[in-house]
């Protein structure tokens, strides 16, 4: 971004465009080129090993641009791209913390986020304790004298909850830990972790960022230390992102805004639809008012994400009938694509949970979760309601 664009307050929508772009623009090209070479020259004189331009070290243009745009998003001062949101998790869990380091989580987190402090960490001799998000009177309890790390969802999945995150920052602060929050699903349009007190922000970058089912990808987004700290962590276990899929998420980013407003306002419709059915039981989305967090969404939040999830009173037949009946959302996991995408949660994201503890979360397994897309609402509805009459 020039100079004259680094000293006004650009909005979102403008800052998703322009942030990051190379001033001047390489040959004139409008689109940022993708630098499909591994390595590039070297004076040979002084510098670091993790300053060498070459694709795994994280640092080749297409990266570049990245990493101050994401950057911008957040309003934080550093950001950095991996080959995939679990290498992002990863990455920076075993950057911060070492053998003989305890991290407190929320209870309910995505199921690869789970498996990995659950049953990879402890061979590092990392341990993990969990806690309620929205329960922050209980948390002192759970620190530990080596608690080193506290890290929370911004909505959980796939329950839709939000927890006391101002709280969380706070607490983190108070107690000398490091607070992370993943923002997959909230995204930089409906919330901005580092204006709230958050130290690093993680994203599955395959998701809201890039919205269009054709990458995967990862993020973490904080300080300029922090980000350096987890670049020569990365630079080393190697997860980085190759250049044409740096030039997709770069693309992607760009029409961000424009994408997650309307599936802010799809969603809360096919939510309040859902809600009104005779065969639903309980509908989970932010933006209802019966969804645990739902005060909370409306303070921190600019939207409430299209994100939602619910039960049918039938149970897991209704449910597989449901899924089967509907013709519209691709019966797939993941989300944040441009179109939508239907699954249960016990075969896909939390299939790796033992029973016992997705029913102690309350993720059962006739739960349906869905990612809304940018259909028309309008035939989306339609379709749900069509599919639902023989549930």
């Not at 640092?59 to 001062?77: D, G, V, W």
């Not at 869990?93 to 053998?99: H, K, M």
């Not at 190697?238 to 899929?245: F, Q």
């Amino acid at each position: 971004m020039g100079s004259a664009m680094k000293q006004m307050r650009l909005r979102l929508d403008t800052r998703l465009v322009h942030a990051g772009e190379p001033v001047p623009r390489v040959g004139g090209a409008v689109a940022l080129p993708v630098f499909q070479s591994s390595t590039y020259e070297y004076s040979g004189d002084g510098g670091d090993y993790h300053d060498l331009k070459y694709i795994r070290l994280n640092n080749t243009p297409n990266h570049a641009a990245l990493h101050t745009k994401l950057a911008a998003l957040e309003n934080a001062e550093d950001a950095l791209v991996f080959g995939s949101g679990m290498a992002a998790i990863s990455t920076t869990l075993l950057t911060i913390l070492g053998a003989g380091d305890h991290v407190l989580l929320q209870d309910c987190l995505y199921g690869g986020t789970h498996d990995l402090v659950t049953k990879d960490l402890p061979a590092y001799g990392i341990s993990c304790g969990f806690i309620r998000a929205d329960k922050p009177a209980q948390w002192q309890a759970a620190l530990k004298p080596n608690t080193r790390a506290l890290y929370v969802e911004t909505i959980s999945n796939p329950l839709m909850q939000v927890g006391e995150l101002k709280a969380a920052a706070a607490f983190a602060k108070k107690h000398g830990l490091l607070s992370l929050i993943d923002n997959t699903f909230a995204t930089p349009v409906n919330f901005r972790p580092a204006e709230w007190g958050f130290d690093l922000s993680l994203h599955s970058a395959t998701k809201y960022l890039n919205g269009h089912s054709d990458i995967v990808a990862g993020a973490v987004i904080g300080s300029k230390d922090l980000i350096g700290r987890i670049k020569r962590k990365l630079d080393h276990l190697g997860g980085s992102l190759d250049p044409h899929a740096c030039f997709l998420l770069h693309r992607g980013l760009k029409t961000l805004g424009v994408r997650v407003r309307q599936q802010n306002q799809s969603a809360l419709r096919l939510a309040r639809f859902l809600a009104r059915h005779r065969a639903v039981k309980s509908v989970n989305y932010p933006g209802l008012p019966t969804t645990r967090g739902h005060a909370r969404a409306q303070a921190l939040f600019d939207g409430f994400g299209g994100m939602l999830s619910f039960e049918l009173r039938g149970g897991l037949a209704a449910a597989r009938r449901f899924i089967q009946g509907v013709t519209l959302p691709v019966v797939a996991p993941s989300l944040g694509g441009v179109e939508s995408l239907i699954t249960r949660p016990a075969t896909t994201s939390h299939a790796g949970m033992s029973p016992a503890d997705r029913a102690a979360l309350g993720i059962t397994d006739s739960l349906v979760r869905v990612s809304v897309g940018l259909e028309d609402i309008i035939d989306l509805t339609e379709d749900f309601n069509r599919a639902l009459r023989p549930v």
